[in-house]
C-alpha cells in the first residue's frame, strides 16, 4: 500500500491502513523520521518507511492519493511509479473534480474519489494531530466497496454510499463556509457561531447548492444550510485544512474549492457574488501568526 502525500490526511489514514494489517509506505515531498499520530490522549508511532524519492517508490495493489488538491501535479511522478501493478488509486482530496485531476495520471490504473471527514493538523513534519472524526465515503460500486474493506479492523469508517455526488458537494459546502470563512479570520471554528459570521456562511452555501443543482446534483438549499448549522456543535479548538495552512504559510487550495463553485458556476450561468468574493480575498491572504 503506497500513501502519497503525509500530512494531516495521508498521515493519519496512512496509520490506519497499518492499523488494519497492511504494509505500507508512505512518500513525502521532505524527509523526517518515524511518523508518529497523537489521537485519544496517545501518541502512536506508525511504523510505515518514509521515502522521498520516486524511484525508490515500489508497485502497489493500492495507491492512496492524500496530497492537496493543487500539489496533484507534483504526484506525478509518484503515481507512475506506484501504479505499475496497482488495482485502483483512492483519492483523498477535497473539491468535486477528483477524477479530473488524477486520471491523466494513472496510466489508465481506475480512479476511486473519496469524501473524508477528518479533524487532523501537522503540529510538526511526522507530527500529526487528530482531533476528532475519521471518516470516509467512496462510491458504493465494485471498486468503491473494495476501497472500504482496505480499512477494515483499523480506526477509520470507510462508507460507500448510493448518493456520492451528493455527498461530494455537501463537503464542498463545508470547505467553502468553514474552511474559507476560519482561513480568513485567522481563527478556529468558533468563529463560525458568531452570527454574522453564520449568516455569510449561509449564503456561500445556498450559492454552491445553487451550482450542485445546475451540475445535475440534488442539493436543495436547506440541506447546504443545515451544513452551516452543523459547525456550532463542533469543538471550538477545531480549525480546518485551510486555517491550518495559512498558519503554516503554506499555499491554500482556494482553487480547488471556492475556485470550484465560482467556475462551474460561470460555466452554467449560476452567479456567484459571494463565492467570488471569497476567492479574490484568499487568493490574497498571507500567512495568519500560529
Known amino acids: 500500500m503506497v500513501v502519497i502525500g503525509s500530512g494531516a490526511i495521508g498521515g493519519y489514514f496512512g496509520f490506519a491502513l497499518e492499523r488494519a494489517g497492511h504494509r505500507v ?5 521532505r524527509p523526517f523520521g518515524q511518523l508518529t499520530i497523537e489521537t485519544e490522549g496517545r501518541r502512536m508511532t506508525v511504523m510505515a ?10 508497485a502497489a495493489d493500492w495507491v492512496v492519493v492524500a496530497t492537496k488538491g493543487h500539489q496533484t501535479a ?9 501504479c505499475r501493478e496497482a488495482a485502483a ?11 479530473e485531476r488524477v486520471s491523466g495520471l494513472t496510466g489508465g490504473v481506475p480512479v476511486v474519489p473519496a469524501v473524508v471527514l477528518c479533524g ?18 467512496v462510491p458504493d460500486t465494485e471498486l468503491g466497496r473494495a476501497a472500504a474493506a482496505l480499512f477494515a479492523g483499523g480506526p477509520a469508517t470507510v462508507t460507500p454510499s448510493s448518493d456520492f455526488e451528493r455527498d ?29 459570521i453564520a449568516g455569510l456562511a449561509v449564503e456561500l452555501a445556498v450559492e454552491t447548492a445553487a451550482v450542485a443543482r445546475v451540475c445535475g446534483v440534488d442539493l436543495s438549499d436547506e440541506v447546504a444550510t443545515a451544513v452551516v448549522d452543523g459547525f456550532r456543535s463542533v469543538g471550538g479548538t ?25 467556475r462551474l458556476g460561470e460555466r452554467h450561468g449560476v452567479p456567484t457574488p459571494r463565492n467570488s468574493l471569497m476567492l479574490t480575498l484568499l487568493r490574497n491572504l498571507g500567512s495568519s501568526p500560529s
Open 74 to 82: 507534483g504526484a506525478a511522478p509518484w503515481l507512475s511509479a506506484a
Open 168 to 196: 461530494l458537494w455537501l463537503k464542498l459546502v463545508q470547505n467553502v463556509t468553514g474552511g474559507a470563512l476560519t482561513a480568513i479570520t485567522g481563527r478556529r471554528l468558533e468563529v463560525m457561531t458568531q452570527p454574522e
Open 49 to 58: 518507511p518514509v521515502i522521498t524519492d520516486p524511484d525508490e517508490c515500489p
Open 89 to 99: 488509486v483512492l483519492v483523498l482530496q477535497n473539491g468535486v473534480e477528483h477524477r
Open 238 to 262: 477545531m480549525g480546518t485544512s485551510m486555517l491550518y495552512d495559512r498558519m503554516a504559510g503554506r499555499p491554500l487550495e482556494c482553487e480547488e474549492l471556492t475556485g470550484a463553485v465560482v
Open 120 to 137: 487532523a493538523e501537522v503540529v510538526e513534519p511526522g507530527r500529526v494531530r487528530h482531533h476528532g472524526y475519521s471518516a470516509i465515503t
Open 25 to 29: 509506505v508512505l512518500c513525502a515531498r
